[in-house]
């Protein structure tokens, strides 16, 4: 009689957990992919118009420009980009409020730096509208010549896209005290907002070197 052979048993493989990627996310990646073609068209007017206008023409315009207020308007844009991480760590924790007094940062939560970084994106656009300001009484308007053109029109873009991230903020910001419960819809409400934030900050970084340092 054969002997009877048995299939060999296994054990049972371990559990592989999947982590799929978060569609609130993916769908933010994707649309600023988008923005950042529009930006790209607006680099490209830039570069077209400054290649066939007179060197000296441009020079006369662009010597309106006043650097040193430029790069200080910028230095704050970017340091809001730090504290826009800083509550992205919070919410990422689940803090939305600081636990400590106001003056111990170390203890502030997504609403306190979100504030700072409101009040900081505020700021950057105020110091816009009175550089345009400065321009126009020099004679720098959108119709004046073709650098006002692609001078206000790329920086106008970007202003107004400051102002949709200042938007997006106050909205965080009304989700987070609406809350009952801080948890993690309105945490990646917070960090998507950053992704934008963050973006809109590179954006002008590439900006104010083209406009401000590449004359």
């Known amino acids: 009689m054969a002997p009877v052979t048995t299939a060999p048993t296994h054990a049972p493989s371990a559990h592989v957990g999947v982590n799929r990627p978060n569609p609130v996310s993916v769908g933010t990646i ?22 066939v206008m007179p060197t000296q023409e441009w020079e006369a315009h ?12 910028t230095l704050i844009l970017v340091a809001s980009s730090v504290t826009c991480q ?13 636990t400590g007094s106001l003056v111990q940062i170390n203890r502030w939560g997504m609403n306190e ?3 700072l970084t409101f009040v900081m994106g505020s700021v950057f656009v105020a110091g816009q509208v009175f550089e345009y300001a400065e321009l126009v009484q020099h004679g720098v308007t959108i119709s004046s010549s073709p650098y006002g053109s692609v001078f206000f029109l790329t920086t106008g873009f ?6 949709g991230g200042l938007i997006a903020f106050l909205y965080v910001l009304a989700r987070s005290h609406a809350a009952k419960r801080f948890g993690h819809h309105e945490a990646t409400t917070a960090i998507v907002t950053s992704y934008y934030w963050h973006f809109v900050d590179v954006v002008w970084i ?7 340092v590449l004359r």
Not at 62 to 73: I, R, W
Not at 86 to 98: D, G, K, L, T, Y
Request: charged share 10%; hydrophobic share 65%.
């Open 30 to 51: 994707v649309w600023l992919a988008s923005e950042l073609m529009f930006f790209a068209g607006l680099f490209a007017m830039y570069f077209s118009h400054r290649s």
């Open 158 to 163: 970007h202003g107004l896209h400051v102002v």
């Open 86 to 98: 800083m509550a992205v760590w919070a919410a990422e924790r689940f803090q939305p409020r600081r």
């Open 62 to 73: 662009a010597s309106n420009l006043a650097f040193p207020f430029a790069l200080g308007n």
């Open 113 to 115: 730096w979100m504030v």
């Open 206 to 212: 590439a900006l104010f070197f083209v406009i401000y």
